[in-house]
């Protein structure tokens, strides 16, 4: 079940281009490891993903491997509805329009990715818009950096996540969830001015007109809604700590701290990813409660800053697997 509060990790997650499950391979058929949160070679005090030493190539040869590998459409997940490739600003934009499975909303969405590569200097931009909307708005939800080294060749990597709102799909189906369980026939929609702030965007709902549920009531409604429906557990400081399962086993068990804030009627939700300690915050989501009429506002914004763990990990390791493999095989 999607819970009531999201963010957009779920999403990335699914939507994350060059993510692949297999061990990945060296130019020469043998074993490459990368390591996550290392220091950077480029950059004093930063951390990045690191590769063991790639051998039977120079660096120049791996970022055109890259390339040609992107143009080539190998970034396909095989999950796609529709995807496509074309020359965009001195890049190459990727395209990748997804069906939503019916646990998480249904409707599609379309995410795109940017590419620029500078083989001069031997590295590669990656720029990823979450939807459409973000696209034309040119609101980036992450840029990723790749630099390779010569002697010896190695892959540093990294990810700068930007303080993006996001007001689309996965929210909506969070907010659909709600209104379902509050028994009311009021619907909602994405990327609509915001109720509190029209100059930003967030998922809004009808009024809400036909349910039990009021505006003063909503907060303790929601509460126990996360308690008895979804099994979430009171903390001591009366904030609800959630632990969502795995989704049709396309994303890991996450962690998100439920906080009300009855003053302002409002509940924000921290998001933390898979840090069961709850410190590694990866997101805050909000659901704001508006009266006269009665209707719900929903959206979330990541926490910007450089991130080089697990996660960035599995994504680098993905990408340069396909691309080693897809080099021997032209060979």
């Not at 909303?105 to 979450?130: H, P, V």
């Not at 700590?241 to 701290?257: K, Y």
Request: charged letters at 25%.
């Amino acid at each position: 079940r999607p819970s009531p509060c999201g963010s957009t990790h779920l999403a990335v997650s699914l939507y994350t281009p060059g993510v692949r499950s297999e061990p990945t391979l060296g130019a020469m058929g043998g074993s490459l490891s990368f390591t996550s949160n290392v220091d950077s070679p480029s950059q004093a005090g930063a951390k990045s993903v690191m590769s063991d030493t790639i051998d039977g190539l120079s660096a120049e040869q791996l970022v055109t491997g890259i390339e040609k590998y992107v143009r080539a459409g190998k970034t396909a997940q095989g999950l796609e509805a529709e995807f496509e490739v074309i020359d965009k600003d001195g890049g190459v934009l990727v395209s990748q329009r997804f069906d939503i499975p019916g646990l998480l909303g249904g409707g599609s969405n379309t995410c795109y990715t940017w590419y620029r590569f500078d083989t001069e200097n031997t590295m590669a931009e990656i720029q990823f818009y979450l939807n459409q909307t973000c696209f034309e708005r040119g609101e980036k939800c992450t840029t990723g950096w790749i630099k390779v080294y010569s002697s010896p060749v190695k892959v540093e990597f990294w990810v700068d996540v930007h303080d993006v709102r996001n007001h689309g799909l996965v929210l909506k189906a969070m907010m659909d969830k709600l209104l379902s369980e509050m028994g009311t026939s009021a619907s909602s929609s994405v990327h609509q001015p915001g109720i509190s702030d029209a100059s930003k965007l967030s998922v809004v709902s009808s009024p809400i007109e036909d349910s039990s549920v009021t505006p003063d009531s909503f907060l303790d409604f929601f509460r126990g809604f996360l308690v008895d429906t979804m099994g979430a557990t009171e903390l001591p400081d009366s904030s609800i700590m959630e632990e969502r399962s795995a989704v049709l086993g396309l994303s890991s068990r996450s962690f998100v701290r439920h906080v009300m804030d009855k003053a302002e009627r409002c509940v924000h939700c921290y998001e933390f990813g898979e840090d069961e300690s709850l410190q590694d915050l990866l997101a805050i989501s909000h659901c704001q409660v508006h009266s006269e009429p009665f209707r719900l506002e929903m959206w979330s914004v990541n926490k910007p800053g450089r991130r080089a763990g697990e996660g960035e990990r599995q994504v680098v390791e993905g990408l340069v697997q396909g691309v080693l493999k897809y080099m021997t095989a032209e060979d």
